[in-house]
């Protein structure tokens, strides 16, 4: 079992930065792939970014592609997800989520999210 709990997220204006938490409890926490998934108001879930269990690879999704940056910190149980040159559209509630490996053909366990808020 592996529970997880968001944090960082907040209002910002549009150009900002933010960097959210994601800190993972239970003993295998390393060994998972590890990812950040969004949903916007009125939008479907949607992948931002995913990193192994090693950091050694990380996907993104185009729309976050060379803004936002996935990173671990097993020694913490804690993944990363900085966020730079916000836009409005990235508003949204941000989840974490953990799976067996990449590519994920299914993701095991959620956070509650956190809300990003980004303003004009």
């Known amino acids: 079992q592996v529970q997880l709990v968001e944090s960082g997220g907040g209002l910002v204006q549009a150009g900002g930065s933010l960097r959210l938490s994601c800190a993972a409890s239970?003993?295998?926490?390393?060994?998972?792939?590890m990812g950040w998934f969004r949903q916007g108001p009125g939008k479907e879930r949607e992948f931002v970014a995913a990193?192994?269990?090693?950091?050694?690879?990380?996907y993104y999704a185009d729309s976050v592609k060379g803004r936002f940056t996935i990173s671990r910190d097993n020694s913490k149980n804690t993944v990363y997800l900085q966020m730079n040159s916000l836009k409005t559209e990235d508003t949204a509630v941000y989840y974490c989520?953990?799976?067996?490996?990449?590519?994920?053909?299914?993701?095991?366990?959620w956070g509650q999210g956190t809300q990003v808020t980004v303003s004009s």
């Open positions: 989520s953990a799976a067996v490996s990449l590519p994920a053909t299914t993701w095991d366990y």
């Open positions: 990193i192994s269990w090693s950091g050694g690879i990380t």
């Open positions: 239970g003993r295998t926490y390393s060994r998972y792939a």
